[in-house]
């Protein structure tokens, strides 16, 4: 598979990812559990869009320099829609996040820990997950045609579900991790498991970090192909991968208390997948250009949002709560 990744721009990369997390992890324990504002979430999530906005100059002077204007803009592109399309996925990851830390009634100063280290679980898992893509397409390039009819059928899925919410109390791996391993009542500051009576009791932080990590893994599935939709240049599809991934804690902590304003954003990432599906499945008969792909993703997200802010949701009946509460004394 053809790709403009040299050895020393992986190597570069790599050096960059592991200093990103580093500082990441440093700056975690010089702070300690703190309350993320919003106004230093903002900061982060600034850096982080600067960050991959530099690097897709830097390389796009270095192609434009080496390969010529045409391979330059194409990468560049390239990589702007892959980035788009993984941040605002990652939009919906961060609302599931919301659910796990609201169900098990995390503090907030305990939640950035947890990102953290989903965030680097999730670095190490989309790595391989893009590799192995790579390789799998660069031998069976009909799969692309199964990438581009599960993401097809997983947009219409998300059209059709929508406004249904996850029940934690269903999830297999919950009810498993209940069931087998000895879980303690409380936390125990940010500690993951304790020592009682010889035993190892796992905290309910350690829960909560593998429904993250098994939340990640399943959005993975979505969002790795819709780039590979995008672009087949594996070192493209990485670096927006993450990019994106990079900021997703900061991004958290920005948007946590935006879910009911951006409402209608889910139908809006349904119809991005349905669009980069759709093109996976006409790619051999059809040509849709980079930049065309890229206006039509900014286009569908900026709708949704505007729509969203334009037509809030309804609140819901004055009678609602009040029956819950009373079915709650009961």
Known sequence: MESIGTWWLW??????????????????????????SSREALHWTLLWVALALLFCAGLWVWLDHSGGRELANLKATEFLTGYLIEKSLSVDNIFVF???FTYF????????????????????????????????ISRFHWILYGFGLFLLVTG???????????????????RWMRSHLRIT?????????????????????????????????IFAVD??????????????????????????????FLLADMKERFHLLTYGLALVLIFVGTKMLIAGWVHVPPLW????VIGILASAIVISVMAPPAPPPAGKGLRQETGNES
């Not at 190597?11 to 993320?36: E, K, M, N, P």
């Open 98 to 100: 919301l659910m796990v």
């Open 105 to 136: 009634a995390v503090p907030t100063e305990y939640q950035k820990r947890m990102l953290v280290l989903g965030v680097i679980g999730a670095i190490v898992l989309r790595a391989i997950m893009i590799l192995l893509g790579a390789l799998l």
């Open 293 to 296: 792909s890229l206006g039509v």
């Open 223 to 252: 969002s790795i192909p819709a780039v590979f939709a995008v672009t087949q240049d594996p070192f493209i599809v990485m670096t927006a991968n993450i990019f994106a991934i990079l900021g997703l804690r900061a991004l958290y």
């Open 185 to 217: 009542a409380g936390f125990h500051g940010e500690r993951l498991s304790v020592m009682r009576d010889g035993q190892r009791w796992f905290t309910p932080l350690f829960v909560v970090l593998v429904l993250i990590a098994i939340t990640d893994m």
């Open 11 to 36: 190597l570069g990369f790599s050096c960059f990812v592991i200093a990103a997390t580093s500082v990441d992890l440093l700056v975690l324990r010089a702070q300690g559990a703190h309350r993320v």
């Open 156 to 174: 219409g899925k998300m059209l059709w579900f929508a406004d249904a919410s996850p029940d934690l109390e269903r999830n297999p791996f919950l």
